[in-house]
């Protein structure tokens, strides 16, 4: 039998592929795979039905509600300030980030501003929020490759930064520190050496990681070519943050609509990755928490003096209209559409959560990956259950 | 209400060039689809498409008008809660007591929001283009006959679970889509959780204690008529700062 050349070979394997992500006739002879509703790779309680030929996926329909608390509903019959206790449990990972965007579009409806120092600060937490979030990805990452030792790193470094939160706003992982108008204390003394240090940790920390994950050749043969999304692609399914950054699309809210934060008055960088795989998603991720520790270290020296609180009456009433702000979060964009009545609950909240669009692509991602794959896709999209389920 | 972008044209008359080019371009491609537009200079833009032509909307964005990134889409239920508002009007009524304000009677017209409409349904989706930096709201009505309006599928595919979400929620359909099943609520749930006249049950067992089940201290004597939070020198008209 004469070997056919390695050109004709690989266009057999890549129609073979194609195949598998098409044909749906096969599916009578697959076999159903359930992964979840209770699987540790899934952060929560995500289910996913996977249709498999052989070990290449042909269909995977994640099946959500299993956490969903109706916070739109709920939001209706609160007032505003109530409110942000609500959204705090949204992404619990990175709570404070979740109140922002609300209060801003409060702001923005009723015509206020915070004062530069409650920017400023906010924009610290802000950041703090995000680097607790994306540590526990960047060790747990490794647990979905049967690496266990990164996972614990993760857990012991982020406590330094959740210790400074909790010391700034009295709650470890619900600060529900931001108000209409300001914030709802100024910070503490000796906070900003103190958490000065806890950055220096965070430091180390990362280059840990580079070490321990990136430079980790399984880790590379694990993620790399695996789970691509093209930037059209991510765009059309609405995905954001690391993960669309990662697919080489340079936009961050954080750069170009700041309007409420401080980002414009500090020296950073926008991180991107062209080749939008599993490997880029996380080496997008690393980069930007060493940014989050730049971010956070020039704010620290420069927090302007002056009030944290706007004049703001004592019962708020949001007037009539409609705003939607959005802001980079830490899993991606979210942002609040509220319509007001001008009452004091309001009308309709609709909550654009990142890690809904972001899981959204799943069905078409998955779709021709093998099963080990699975996790590591799943894992490097980063999800937060009650991200998705709300 | 849409006239409530005059507060900050008084103040500095803002010049949106971008956002007014934008809406121009759109009036001219569209033309008598577009049926309501709102622009608030130096913050956001929303246009009303005619229920028509909501599904044909997302090709022209997406081609003709560089808007790539889809962001959420969702539905608005434009009548006034029987149930969630009428809860929470005891706390309401105090208040507009304490301030002197006359008590008005709820009335059930439909609300409107920021470009117009007249049906009790409005579909919302926001888009974001890349190359302006500028987002997008777009708006249509529901007919109230059918409560259905095209799909956004073909050409946003993450508009998918969003139109499921909505579908399920408020009990409306998207022609075209190609599985409109429950997304997050169990198959055999009955109604349309998000619709105004959904009651949120657990409201109606246990009403909402909030700030009128503050007891009084000990010390007071006389019976308070109104809770010490709520006087009258508190109203909006006088605003003070916020305790810290």
Redesign the interface.
């Known amino acids: 039998m004469t070997a056919i050349s390695d050109r004709r070979q690989l266009a057999y394997i890549a129609a073979q592929a194609a195949d598998a992500r098409v044909n749906v006739e096969l599916e009578a002879e697959g076999m159903t795979l359930n992964i979840g509703p209770q699987h540790p790779a899934t952060h929560g309680t995500l289910r996913i039905v996977a249709r498999l030929d052989g070990e290449q996926v042909v269909e995977a329909n994640p099946v959500?509600?299993y956490m969903?608390r109706?916070y739109?509903?709920?939001a209706?019959?609160r007032t505003y300030p109530q409110v942000t206790a609500l959204i705090n449990r949204i992404d619990w990972l990175g709570s404070f980030a979740n109140e922002v965007p609300f209060i801003l579009a409060c702001e923005?409806l009723m015509?206020i501003e915070a004062p530069p120092r409650a920017q400023h600060i906010r924009t610290i937490l802000f950041e703090m929020a995000r680097i607790a979030n994306i540590t526990l990805f960047l060790g747990d990452m490794g647990v979905q490759l049967g690496a266990v030792t990164p996972i614990f790193y993760a857990f012991r470094d982020r406590e330094h930064i959740l210790n400074q939160i909790e010391s700034a706003t009295g709650g470890r992982f619900h600060p529900n520190f931001d108000?209409i108008?300001g914030l709802k204390?100024?910070l503490p003394a000796g906070w900003i050496e103190e958490t000065k240090r806890s950055l220096r940790e965070i430091h180390k920390f990362c280059d840990q990681m580079d070490d321990l994950i990136i430079g980790n050749e399984i880790f590379q043969a694990r993620t790399r070519n695996i789970g691509v999304i093209p930037p059209?692609?991510a765009?059309?399914?609405?995905?954001?943050g690391p993960n669309l950054r990662a697919s080489g699309?340079d936009?961050d809210l954080r750069r170009?609509?700041p309007a409420g934060l401080a980002y414009d008055q500090v020296d950073w960088r926008v991180w991107t990755h062209p080749d939008g795989d599993s490997f880029a998603r996380y080496w997008v991720r690393l980069q930007e928490t060493r940014e989050s520790c730049k971010i956070v270290e020039q704010l620290l020296d420069s927090i302007p003096a002056g009030p944290?609180?706007a004049?703001?009456?004592?019962?708020i009433?949001v007037?009539?209209?409609?705003?939607?702000v959005?802001t980079e979060n830490p899993l991606g964009?979210m942002?609040y559409?509220v319509?007001s009545?001008g009452?004091?609950?309001p009308?309709?909240v609709?909550i654009?959560s990142a890690s809904?669009?972001n899981m959204?692509?799943s069905p078409?991602l998955l779709k021709g990956a093998y099963v080990p794959d699975v996790i590591t896709i799943l894992a490097s999209l980063y999800f937060i259950l009650g991200d998705i389920?709300r | 209400m849409a006239d409530s972008s005059d507060e900050t044209t008084t103040e500095e008359p803002v010049v949106d060039e971008a956002r007014s080019a934008l809406l121009e371009a759109i009036a001219a491609d569209l033309g008598h689809d577009l049926v309501g537009s709102h622009l608030l200079p130096g913050k956001d833009l929303w246009i009303r498409v005619s229920s028509e032509s909501w599904g044909a909307t997302a090709e022209y964005l997406q081609n003709h008008q560089q808007f790539r990134f889809f962001n959420f889409l969702s539905v608005i239920d434009w009548l006034p809660s029987p149930y969630g508002r009428s809860n929470d009007s005891a706390v309401e009524v105090s208040l507009a007591q304490a301030a002197g304000e006359s008590i008005e009677e709820a009335d059930q017209t439909l609300g409107t929001g920021y470009g117009g409409g007249s049906t009790r349904f409005q579909v919302l989706a926001r888009v974001h283009s890349l190359t302006t930096n500028l987002g997008l709201t777009v708006k249509a009505d529901f007919p109230e006959d059918t409560l259905s309006v095209g799909t956004w599928v073909k050409e946003y595919p993450g508009a998918n679970w969003h139109e499921r979400e909505a579908a399920e929620m408020f009990g409306v359909h998207f022609a075209g889509h190609p599985g409109l099943t429950a997304l997050y609520l169990p198959s055999a749930f009955e109604g349309h959780p998000l619709r105004k006249d959904f009651p949120l049950l657990s409201r109606i067992v246990k009403p909402w204690p909030g700030i009128v089940d503050v007891e009084p201290m000990p010390e007071a004597v006389e019976p308070p008529t109104a809770e010490p939070k709520l006087s009258p020198s508190a109203s909006t008209e006088n605003p003070q700062d916020v305790p810290s």
Do not use: C, N, T
Request: proline share 3%.
């Open positions: 959500m509600g969903h109706g739109e509903k709920l209706e019959v923005q015509g108000r108008g204390d100024d059209d692609v765009l059309s399914y609405g995905l954001s699309v936009w170009d609509s944290i609180m004049k703001v009456p004592r019962i009433k007037p009539e209209g409609e705003a939607f959005e964009v942002g559409y319509v009545q009452g004091l609950e009308f309709r609709k654009r809904f669009s959204s692509i078409w389920d």
